[in-house]
């Protein structure tokens, strides 16, 4: 017997259950996610080349720096392909948030000038500016995209949040959007991120692949969950 046969077969008998299907809405959204997730894998991925690169250039960043990519970490790369190779100078570009003073920042950033590291390194920082921008499109077609669905759903818009509850945004989370108050709109009124170790990109993931679907789920621990949430 065929696979399509046995399908019919238990479809005919009430034996085939029913598989979720996200509205039109929802796979946008998903669309758009999914799409800003592999971007940040590409920029992840030259976030590490471009260490390698200041290592072999003997340039030890990412000792003196939590994240190369960083407000510091960046504009020391940037500077260094630019072509300065003074580690004071480079040193002077450090954040006031940087827990590394000036001086061992200068230590660690004595480079072996090697023209060809330098060349690779400012091509891996062009792609990675070029990702970011390229994040930065899809967290406005992302914002642009959860407003219309809220705006067109009047059980959503009536819902409303204190704007100074506050969690704290992960890295990789859009910036530059209200995601607390978009996020309590779109689950009408339930705050997910009262949940304690869920960030806004998890509840964001959750949007993306499944949308208000999560209710059509017959999980009597998603009901609980989401009563729970909604008495926080």
Known sequence: MQDCQWIQKLHSIGLLSGSFLPDEATEKLRTYCRHRTNLIDQAARTSKKMQKYLRLLNLRLDVVVNDICGITGLSIIHSICQGEVSGEKLAELRNGNCKKSADEIARALQTNGRKDYLFALAQEYEMYLFFQNKIKLCDIEIEETMTEQINNDDDKK???????????????????????????????????????????????????????????????????????????
């Open 158 to 232: 009536q819902h409303f949040i204190d704007k100074k509850l506050y969690k704290k945004v992960n890295k990789n989370a859009p910036k530059n959007i209200d995601l607390n108050l978009l996020l309590y709109h779109y689950f009408d009124g339930v705050y997910l991120l009262a949940i304690e170790g869920v960030s806004h990109s998890t509840v964001l993931t959750l949007m993306s692949e499944v949308g208000n679907g999560i209710y059509k789920f017959g999980s009597k621990t998603i009901r609980k969950l989401a009563a729970f949430v909604a008495k926080q």
